[in-house]
C-alpha cells in the first residue's frame, strides 16, 4: 500500500518555465490537498479538492493551478516559474471526518 | 478562524514523558484540536485529534482542558526517534460545507536528548 505519492522528489528550473507536480493517492480519498513549505515556516495551503472535477483556492493560490481530472491524481501547475515558488511542496489526502495523510514531499528549486 | 500557540522548542531527555502544550483560546465549540508532527524531510504524520475528552492512541495522550482553551501532548516515553517539529492545529469549520482544511503554524521543536 503506497499511500500518498509525490512525483518528482526533486527538480530545478529556470525562471519562466512551466512544470507540473504529480500526486497520487490508493486508498480511495475523497479530499486532496497541495500545501508548500517555506523555511522556518509551517504549511500553507494552496489549493484543495473535494471531489473528482473539482478543485478550490486555499490560502496562498496565486502562481498556481490545480486540475483534479480522476479521483486518484491531483495534479499542480506552475505555468510561469519564479524564485518565490522555490519550495517544498506537499500533497494530502483524506476521507471526510479523517486524518489527512501525506506525501514525503517535492523540493523545487528555481533559479 | 481560531488561532493557536506553541513553544518554538522544547527538549526532552530519553525515557522520560514529553509534555508538548497549546494555547487555542478562540477556539469555537464544533472544532476538533489535531496534533500532526514532521519528521526532517518527511511529509507531516498524523498523531491524535480529540473534541472535548481526554483520548488516546498507540502513538500518544491529548488532554484537553474543561475550557477547551488549551491542550496538551504527551508522549509517554519519548524516543530519538520522536524528534521533531509537533504542530496543534485546529481544524477550520468549512465555509459552504466544503471541506475542514488545516492551517498549519509553526511549531514546536522538540528535540530528545541521549
Known amino acids: 500500500n503506497a499511500g500518498v505519492t509525490q512525483t518528482p522528489k526533486f527538480r530545478v528550473l529556470k525562471t519562466g518555465q512551466s512544470m507540473t507536480l504529480l500526486c497520487a493517492q490508493d486508498?480511495?480519498?475523497?479530499?486532496m490537498y497541495w500545501y508548500r513549505q517555506d523555511p522556518g515556516m509551517g504549511l500553507r495551503l494552496i489549493h484543495y479538492?473535494?471531489?473528482?472535477?473539482?478543485?478550490a483556492k486555499g490560502e496562498v493560490p496565486d502562481g498556481y493551478n490545480v486540475s483534479r481530472l480522476k479521483k486518484q491524481n491531483f495534479l499542480l501547475g506552475l505555468e510561469s516559474a519564479a524564485p518565490s515558488q522555490t519550495s517544498v511542496y506537499f500533497c494530502?489526502?483524506?476521507?471526510?471526518?479523517?486524518?489527512?495523510?501525506f506525501g514525503d514531499g517535492t523540493r523545487l528549486s528555481i533559479l | 478562524d481560531a488561532k493557536t500557540t506553541q513553544p518554538p522548542s522544547m527538549d526532552c531527555a530519553e525515557g522520560r514523558a514529553a509534555n508538548l502544550p497549546c494555547n487555542h483560546s478562540?477556539?469555537?465549540?464544533?472544532?476538533?484540536v489535531y496534533w500532526y508532527r514532521q519528521i526532517h524531510s518527511q511529509g507531516p504524520q498524523y498523531i491524535i485529534h480529540?473534541?472535548?475528552n481526554n483520548e488516546t492512541n498507540e502513538m500518544a495522550s491529548l488532554i484537553i482542558t474543561e475550557d477547551r482553551k488549551s491542550s496538551t501532548l504527551i508522549l509517554p516515553h519519548a524516543t530519538l526517534r520522536d524528534t521533531a517539529v509537533y504542530y496543534c492545529?485546529?481544524?477550520?469549520?468549512?465555509?459552504?460545507?466544503?471541506?475542514?482544511?488545516?492551517?498549519f503554524g509553526t511549531g514546536t521543536l522538540l528535540a530528545v536528548q541521549p
Open positions: 494530502a489526502s483524506k476521507q471526510p471526518n479523517q486524518p489527512q495523510h
Open positions: 486508498m480511495n480519498h475523497e479530499y
Open positions: 479538492s473535494v471531489g473528482e472535477g473539482t478543485t
Open positions: 478562540t477556539i469555537s465549540g464544533n472544532e476538533y
Open positions: 480529540g473534541l472535548k
Open positions: 492545529i485546529v481544524r477550520v469549520p468549512p465555509p459552504g460545507g466544503a471541506t475542514n482544511k488545516l492551517i
